[in-house]
């Protein structure tokens, strides 16, 4: 929904500093034009750290920078009321690729990452740009702190992970529904973290009405067409 989001204290593992592989599912509700909604950031404290969002004029994927410079693009661009679509985006050194449902989409030799990211880790929404929220639904976000191949990517997209699959350090399968993370006690299983960042998350980490839009019935495909 559009004004929930997840937020996690600030942890070094999430500066994405050196070779780093992200993955998610997004479904965009509603793009409405007056700002870029956010998919996911770790910004510095007092300015932008990185930002991987909607620009709200283009429809493109950006990956922004601390500067507000765009680092790479999607060539695919998006709307509201499409399908849910599957995003990968890679960097090695400087060099960086962007993969939509698994075919890469397009790539740059010039990748850079600002080190000072003292701030949260959020999915949905910034810390410095706050009130830029992602209106729609996000799923099955996974970090990490290697590269993953395109065949890899495409090969798994549609696969659960175990957890404790070398190299991941940030997993989040929003399998619960709404309900069952409004009654869960302390410990949510929400998220799913391996022992980089702890094995269970608290719910006072979760902010906004109640983590992310997580129904059951509206997660991303889980089986190949």
Not at 5 to 24: C, H, K, P, V
Not at 177 to 203: P, Q, R
């Amino acid at each position: 929904g559009s004004s929930q989001y997840l937020s996690l204290a600030d942890n070094a593992i999430f500066d994405l500093t050196g070779d780093f592989t992200i993955e998610l599912w997004f479904k965009i509700e509603t793009l409405d034009g007056s700002f870029s909604p956010t998919i996911l950031s770790k910004d510095k404290t007092g300015s932008l750290g990185y930002t991987l969002r909607v620009n709200y004029t283009t429809g493109k994927i950006e990956w922004v920078k601390h500067d507000a410079s765009v680092e790479i693009d999607s060539i695919t661009t998006f709307a509201t009321g499409m399908d849910w679509t599957h995003l990968a985006i890679t960097r090695t050194g400087v060099n960086s690729k962007l993969y939509i449902n698994g075919i890469e989409d397009n790539s740059v030799a010039d990748f850079s990452v600002h080190t000072d990211c003292d701030s949260q880790f959020r999915i949905g929404e910034s810390t410095v740009q706050a009130g830029r929220p992602f209106d729609g639904k996000i799923d099955d976000v996974r970090v990490w702190d290697d590269v993953r191949t395109e065949a890899e990517i495409r090969a798994n997209r549609y696969s659960e992970l175990d957890g404790d699959e070398a190299g991941l350090v940030g997993y989040w399968k929003f399998n619960q529904t709404t309900t069952e993370l409004a009654s869960d006690g302390d410990t949510v299983a929400l998220w799913h973290m391996n022992g980089v960042v702890g094995a269970a998350a608290k719910k006072d980490n979760v902010e906004g009405t109640a983590g992310l839009d997580i129904s059951t019935e509206t997660n991303a495909p889980t089986s190949t067409v």
